[in-house]
């Protein structure tokens, strides 16, 4: 075998990505386009391209394989039992009655008084500080931590671009009035650091004695009305007549669809305490802003467990699930460098919960903050006793053998509590692509998909060297072989440097050059994406190459 010198990759951050450039490859490459876009798109939903599905597929597959085929062994040592389900998404609407989420699925909103903008209220300050234009410019002109305010300067603002970008904030409107409560804060506290929120509080604030410290809209600066819910369930009608009796929703999740049938399968299958019932599916809900790309989408897809345990065992199961599924990202390619842990906070918790934890990534667009990947939460016995008392079923467990070894009533007779890790699946997919994205100005393509190569869309490409000469026959004869196993491509067109550009920019971990050479000694090049090293091998050692770099991973 003969090797070329080998390239270092570079090392790169998710803050030095650029979003832009990673949605344009996503575009240009087919991993995702906008849903509708022939007619302008439509907010919230997202289509998956030839490659997407393929990447969703594989990170899908893993999942069910390393949660349902084969799932970790428990911390005794012992398998895991899981079994799988697929409910239908339109369910009885009693079953959201019973869950909860008919009167409490809903995102508080503010609506703007001024320009009818709604902002949902928990994520103000991030929306702000994120995606408002004004505010942006604003906070340009002072500068908090150092606690030094130049009124005139923001008088200036103000009356220019203040006019043109946040034309009803107080600041705006009304700027000497404005600037006295402003001045009145600055001198009623000369030594304490300015608080940026505080300080954008009075700017927003035209008659503090009226109405209090106002929060402004971001986008006019316009003072925000209380918070009202917004329910995030979309409706529908099932059948002939459209009334409130035949109102249907979309399912928000796919979890209540596992715990309507906890008790079909236990029936059903020889499952004992302790369990799981996974599904992966469609969940849809009527997010009030839907953005970051396919981080928060109206239409996305969930991978859900539940972990039924006896209560005495929940805490424990808890924490194994939120280790197993860390490392279960980091598997599948992830950095660990780039996800943390985030235990909720007491006031985070549902009231039924008793803890919760996030595994969150540095996506491009909070780094250096993180956002959620996946939840993993300790639900007690929240939905299988609401289930029980809407349904009027008893779901209690009832353990014979731990009956039979004389154990006390309630460690054979009990409510399971449950252990819920809920990992979005398009959520998963954009960590792959943005984790993947790795610039390299080495190059022609600039830029390439380092994707583990067992989620990789494409597995491998076959290239004759020329399209003609008996190349494209053997090349055809190896594409043959190797497409009974493996997405991969054979591509003829254009020079080998385009089709490698091509390639990386797929993130396809090994091209095959079929050459002159390969006609006369039965050799092939390979090529390896991460390193754009090569090496010659015989052409009856790829597909065992190939086995040993993609599935023995
Ligand atoms: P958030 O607080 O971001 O609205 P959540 O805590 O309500 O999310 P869960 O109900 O726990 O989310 O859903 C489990 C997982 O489903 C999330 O960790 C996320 O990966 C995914 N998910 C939830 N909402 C969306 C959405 N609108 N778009 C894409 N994925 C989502």
Known sequence: MTQTP??????????????DDIVALCKRRGFVFPASEIYGGINGFWDYGPLGIELKNNLRDRWWRDMVTCPPDGPDGRPLDIVGLDS????NPKVWEASGHLAGFADPMRKCQKCGHFVREDQLWEILATNSKWFDDLLQQF???????????????????GKKYAPNL???RNPEVTMSWFAQRING?????????????????????????QEPCPLCGGELGDAQPFKLMFESYAGLTQTEDSKVYLRPETA?????????????????MPFGIAQVGKSFRNEVTPRNYIFRSREFEQMEMEWFCHPDEAKQWYEFWVQQRHDWWVSVGVNPANLIRREHDCDELAHYSTACADIEYQYPFTAPGYGELEGIAHRGDYDLSKHQEHARLKLEYFDQQRKEAGEPEDKFRYMPHVIEPAAGLTRGMLVLLCEAYTPD????SKVFMKFDPSMAPIKAAIF????????????????????????????????????????????????????SDSLADDTVTVRDRDTAGQQRINISQVEQYLADRIDGV
């Open 189 to 213: 506290q000369p030594d304490a650091p300015p608080d940026v929120q505080e300080l954008v509080r009075y700017l927003a604030t035209e008659q503090l004695h009226a109405t209090g410290l």
């Open 143 to 161: 500068t908090p931590h150092t606690g030094e305010i130049d009124t005139l300067r923001l008088m200036e603002w103000a009356k220019r671009k």
């Open 256 to 272: 209540q669809g596992i715990f309507t049938n906890y008790k079909n399968v236990l029936d059903t299958m020889r499952v004992k």
């Open 441 to 444: 100005d080495s190059r022609p």
């Open 170 to 172: 107080a600041l705006v």
């Open 88 to 91: 239908a998404i339109i369910q």
């Open 6 to 19: 080998t390239q270092a990759a570079p090392v790169i951050t998710p803050a030095d990505k650029s979003m």
């Open 464 to 515: 004759p060297l020329v399209n003609k000469d008996g190349m494209p026959e053997k090349a055809e004869e190896l594409y043959r072989q190797l497409r009974k196993r493996w997405a991969v491509q054979m591509d003829v067109k254009q020079n080998i440097g385009k089709r490698y550009a091509r390639m990386d920019e797929a993130g396809t971990p090994y091209c095959f050059t079929i050459d």
